[in-house]
């Protein structure tokens, strides 16, 4: 079923068997210009930008995943189901918690907790944490210390909802559920890599911090954050 509803490639050989996966799709251009040779441009569609090329001299891709669970949850499947992706890991932005996570720093989460159905409505799942898969993590963590990148290794909460109303509201979702950041990913691309006997994991920079009130402007997330693409990159085949 090539090519899909949301992505144009017409050979599933044009994408890399590992993606990196921001939601910004400006941000999978710059990690495609900045990082990759040979690169080649696979999506388009929606503006949802898919880039494949080496790094190091081994390919990978790049795809964003645009913004919130519903949207990944497409993007990811379908690289998953139909174009024989079999990692993909998330790199992108969140915010904190926690005074103890500051601006920039990298956190690569173990497993994550939400309130959100998706994973009930997809796939039955009824439980609120899922976990990223093993050994990625395991190799994320290995290269993050060669390239000596300090690195949180945590629970995250994935939200459905950016603007709530009950704004501290977090500091019982941290008490109770041990999540130190949030963001709105992650807990929908774990459980389709669960349902499709995948690989997922989610790497983050902090970019906010609810806590302690520091924020970061839009351009600094779109190209600052390196220190997570550098050690992502790592991964490719």
């Known amino acids: 079923m090539i090519p899909t509803a949301h992505i144009e490639s017409k050979n599933k050989e044009d994408i890399a068997k590992t993606v990196l996966m921001p939601g910004d799709p400006l941000r999978a251009k710059f990690i495609a210009d900045t990082f990759l040779e040979d690169v080649k441009q ?37 690289l998953y189901k139909f174009y024989d992706v079999e990692n993909i890991i998330r790199i992108g932005s969140c915010g904190g918690y926690t005074p103890d996570v500051k601006l920039y720093d990298v956190i690569l989460a173990k497993d994550v907790w939400s309130e959100s159905s998706y994973a009930k409505v997809q796939g039955g799942y009824e439980s609120e944490v899922i976990e990223g898969t093993k050994a990625l993590n395991e190799s994320l963590v290995k290269h993050a210390k060669e390239l000596g990148i300090p690195m949180h290794i945590e629970r995250i909460h994935s939200s459905d909802v950016f603007y709530r109303e009950n704004f501290d509201e977090y500091k019982e979702i941290y008490e109770k559920h041990g999540c130190v950041a949030v ?30 009130k520091e924020v970061t402007s839009s351009e600094e997330r779109q190209n600052a954050f390196t220190n997570m693409m550098k050690i992502a990159l790592e991964m490719a085949e």
């Open 183 to 212: 963001e709105m990913e992650a807990f929908a691309l774990f459980h389709n890599a669960k349902v499709l006997g995948k690989n997922a994991a989610c790497l983050l920079t902090v970019s906010d911090n609810l806590a302690t």
């Open 42 to 78: 696979f999506n388009s569609v929606r503006n949802v930008l898919g880039y494949t090329g080496t790094y190091k001299g081994r390919r990978i891709s790049v795809m964003a995943s645009g913004m919130g669970m519903p949207s990944i949850g497409i993007y990811s499947y379908e």
